[in-house]
Every structure is written in structure tokens, then in C-alpha cells.
Nanobody, 127 residues
Framework: QVQLVESGGGLVQAGGSLRLSCLAS????????MGWFRQAPGKERKFVAV????????NYADSVKDRFTISRDNAKNTVYLQIDSLKPEDTAVYYC????????????????????WGRGTQVTVSS
């Protein structure tokens, strides 16, 4: 298995930026497709972004693709989510997740396709 720990969340004003990080344990990080999800209070967890094992392919939810950037550094066992132009509706707990069950041609966007999850980091955007 792989253990995931998110960091980088906080309280920011609308229009600001944050860079979230997710550190993975072990020596097999590059074998996992990595995703980011978020969950607002009282809402279901929703897909945000996904990145392939090598980092060469990415996909985003339509609501975030112009402002969010997912990246990874396999040498550091870390996946990142750069968030720019934050909006109040971005307020949520952000989770990273990992799956090794799919080829890189598949960019899984359902939470049920991911086996491993971090505990989340809170992002709060004030207006």
C-alpha cells in the first residue's frame, strides 16, 4: 500500500493562490496514477484533477481547468496542485488519492476508482 499526506491548505482571500502538496510513502510512487478531489461542507466528494504515472498526461474538471494545475515529482514522491485565482466556491477539504489499477490511457475521475487516500487539507477562501 501507499500512505498519502496532504499539506498546504489554509485561509486565503478570493483572488489569491495556494500550492497543495501530497507526499507519498514507499518506493513505488511512480506506479500510481494520482488524483485530487475536493469535498465542500454538505456536498459529495468531487473530482478535481488527475495525472499519469510519468506526469505527461493530465485531466481536469471543467470547473477548475483554467485555474488549477496538477504536477508530480516522482523523485520526491510528491504530487502538487497549484490553485490560482481562488474563489469562495473553491472552499473545501482537498484530498489526494492513488490508484495502480488502470493503464495510463485511462484518467480515472471517480472516487471509487482510487484505493488509497490522504486525510485531506482544508482550503478556505474568504470573499
Amino acid at each position: 500500500q501507499v500512505q498519502l499526506v496532504e499539506s498546504g491548505g489554509g485561509l486565503v482571500q478570493a483572488g489569491g493562490s495556494l500550492r497543495l502538496s501530497c507526499l507519498a510513502s514507499g518506493r513505488t510512487f511512480s506506479t500510481y496514477i494520482m488524483g485530487w478531489f475536493r469535498q465542500a461542507p454538505g456536498k459529495e466528494r468531487k473530482f478535481v484533477a488527475v495525472i499519469s504515472r510519468s506526469g505527461g498526461r493530465t485531466n481536469y474538471a471543467d470547473s477548475v481547468k483554467d485555474r488549477f494545475t496538477i504536477s508530480r515529482d516522482n523523485a520526491k514522491n510528491t504530487v502538487y496542485l497549484q490553485i490560482d485565482s481562488l474563489k469562495p466556491e473553491d472552499t473545501a477539504v482537498y484530498y489526494c488519492a492513488a490508484t495502480a489499477a488502470y493503464p495510463d490511457s485511462i484518467g480515472p475521475m471517480s472516487e471509487y476508482q482510487y484505493a488509497y487516500w490522504g486525510r485531506g487539507t482544508q482550503v478556505t477562501v474568504s470573499s
